[in-house]
């Protein structure tokens, strides 16, 4: 099974961007998996910033993007997007998605399964 992230770019701050992750693969059943955004910026350690239940209906926002961004998931599609809105520069870092089956939380060490991630840049 494999989590691929994209949707990454430079954007203006005050801008937007949405990111996808899309899993693929046999073995892995998508809605038992808590799907969580983590970032990590430069010099920075990774951090957890939204985390989407299994079902799709328990979202949670670390207090840093709550208002900003919105997670979201269509299990039909096993794709999460995370929506980023009014973008600063201290949102620049590597976003990634992970998954995780028996937590829903903000830990890393608490998830799987990784994607890639996607390399987001806010600047003038």
């Known amino acids: 099974v494999q989590l691929q992230a994209s949707g990454g770019g430079l954007v203006q701050p005050g801008g937007s961007l949405r990111l996808s992750c899309v899993a693929t693969g046999s073995g892995f059943t998508f809605d038992d998996y808590a799907i969580g955004w983590f970032r990590q910026g430069p010099g920075k350690e990774r951090e957890g910033i939204a985390v989407?239940?299994?079902?799709?209906?328990?979202?949670l926002y670390v207090d840093s993007v709550k208002g900003r961004f919105t997670i979201s998931r269509d299990n039909a599609k096993n794709t999460v997007w995370l929506q980023m809105n009014s973008l600063k520069a201290e949102d620049t870092a590597v976003y990634y998605c992970?998954?995780?089956?028996?937590?829903?939380?903000?830990?890393?060490?608490?998830?799987?399964?990784w994607g890639q991630g996607t390399l987001v840049t806010v600047s003038s």
């Open positions: 992970a998954g995780a089956d028996s937590a829903f939380n903000f830990e890393v060490e608490d998830y799987d399964i």
């Open positions: 989407i239940s299994p079902s799709g209906n328990i979202p």
